[in-house]
């Protein structure tokens, strides 16, 4: 089974900074990763699908890149509703596996 | 707009049995592939189990394999989740999720919390 690493666990970073997240994976998923965003109390969000693919409604600040084992979420220009929980998700085959989570906060 | 409510949440001791249902409304149900996702209390997030369209088709995380069955009833608009054998590890909110045609969660419900305790 495919095990998603995240890191950092957390990220302490100001308003308007970049934000850099990564995703490893412990063996190839090709493209099939996504990104979602998950605010205390509410459910999580759908931001990126295979890579690099922003979902509906999601603003340009927000990008992924990589290939195969390692992924990036960038989040260009951080804006204070954007400190929340992060967490990659596969989707090369069963199961549907989730990466443990970065959370960044305000520093 | 789309919306998915849950059901059926509660205290259960280990060893017993736990119908969850969720509700959906706003997009045409049976034309999509339905999830659940659960999450433990502080912690991150748990694919559980997935049902195809007509639910023919379903597959389930190795951790809940054999104890929990996934259904639907397209014209209730309804995914439900049996759980039986449930022990103190499977507390925990859980989600059920639209899936997409590239098999991620575009919409979530707000969850049912399940606590498995004596």
């Known amino acids: 089974e495919i095990v998603l690493t995240q890191s950092p666990a957390t990220l302490s970073l100001s308003p308007g900074e970049r934000a850099t997240l990564s995703c490893r994976a412990s063996q190839s998923v090709s493209s099939y990763l996504a990104w979602y965003q998950q605010k205390p109390g509410q459910a999580p969000r759908l931001l990126i699908y295979?890579?690099?693919n922003r979902a509906t409604g999601i603003p340009a600040r927000f990008s992924g890149s990589g290939s195969g084992t390692d992924f990036t979420l960038t989040i260009s220009s951080l804006e204070p509703e954007d400190f929340a929980v992060y967490y990659c998700q596969k989707r090369d085959n069963w199961p549907l596996t989730f990466g443990g989570g970065t959370k960044v906060e305000i520093k | 707009e789309v919306q998915l409510l849950e059901s059926g949440g509660g205290l259960v001791q280990p060893g017993g049995s736990l119908r969850l249902s969720c509700a959906a409304s706003?997009?045409?149900?049976?034309?999509?592939?339905m999830s659940w996702v659960r999450q433990a209390p502080g912690k991150g997030l748990e694919w559980v189990s997935s049902?195809?369209?007509?639910?023919?088709?379903?597959n389930y995380a190795d951790s809940v394999k054999g104890r929990f069955t996934m259904s639907r009833d397209n014209s209730k608009n309804t995914l439900y989740l049996q759980m039986n054998s449930l022990r103190a590890e499977d507390t925990a909110v859980y989600h059920c999720a639209r899936q997409t045609s590239t098999y991620n969660f575009d919409s979530w419900g707000q969850g049912a919390l399940v606590t498995v305790s004596s």
């Open positions: 706003g997009f045409t149900f049976s034309t999509y592939a």
């Open positions: 049902i195809g369209v007509s639910g023919g088709s379903t």
């Open positions: 295979d890579t690099s």
